[in-house]
């Protein structure tokens, strides 16, 4: 339960005021420009004859599982909405610019995140 309060106290912290959402936001964005980077160069060197280890491969796949995972949500649910598969994606990345600009502004948390997964249906 101790680890469970440090952290329920640490989002608390980091979300109470606007410049402590921008601080996490910003730095959420540089680890995930860091993975992205990871996934890129571990990507490459298998593509092209390496060197690449499997300890890299591994370390990566679970966000290659999560994007790939994504994408398919974005297209089979444009599909299912009568739309192309492009649309889809569109729609997941303006949504996802929407709610980065909402939780980096003034407003309040409980209003900047939004009531469906970003690519989800709205109610």
């Given at each position: 339960?101790?680890l469970?309060?440090?952290r ?6 980091r ?6 959402r ?13 993975a ?6 571990v ?10 280890t499997?300890?890299?491969?591994a370390?990566v ?12 949500h974005?297209?089979?649910?444009a599909?299912l909405?009568g739309?192309h598969?492009?649309d ?6 303006d949504?996802?610019?929407?709610w ?8 309040p948390?409980?209003?900047a995140?939004?009531?469906?997964p ?6």
């Amino acid at each position: 339960h101790a680890l469970q309060r440090r952290r329920t106290q640490d989002m608390a912290r980091r979300v109470s005021d606007p410049d402590g959402r921008r601080a996490w936001y910003t730095e959420l964005e540089q680890r995930w420009s860091r993975a992205v980077n990871r996934l890129a160069s571990v990507r490459n060197a298998l593509a092209h004859g390496g060197p690449a280890t499997a300890s890299a491969a591994a370390n990566v796949a679970p966000m290659v599982h999560r994007l790939a995972g994504e994408a398919l949500h974005a297209s089979l649910t444009a599909l299912l909405d009568g739309k192309h598969p492009y649309d889809g994606h569109l729609r997941r990345r303006d949504r996802a610019a929407e709610w980065a600009q909402r939780w980096r502004s003034e407003m309040p948390p409980q209003e900047a995140w939004p009531r469906t997964p970003v690519g989800g249906q709205s109610p």
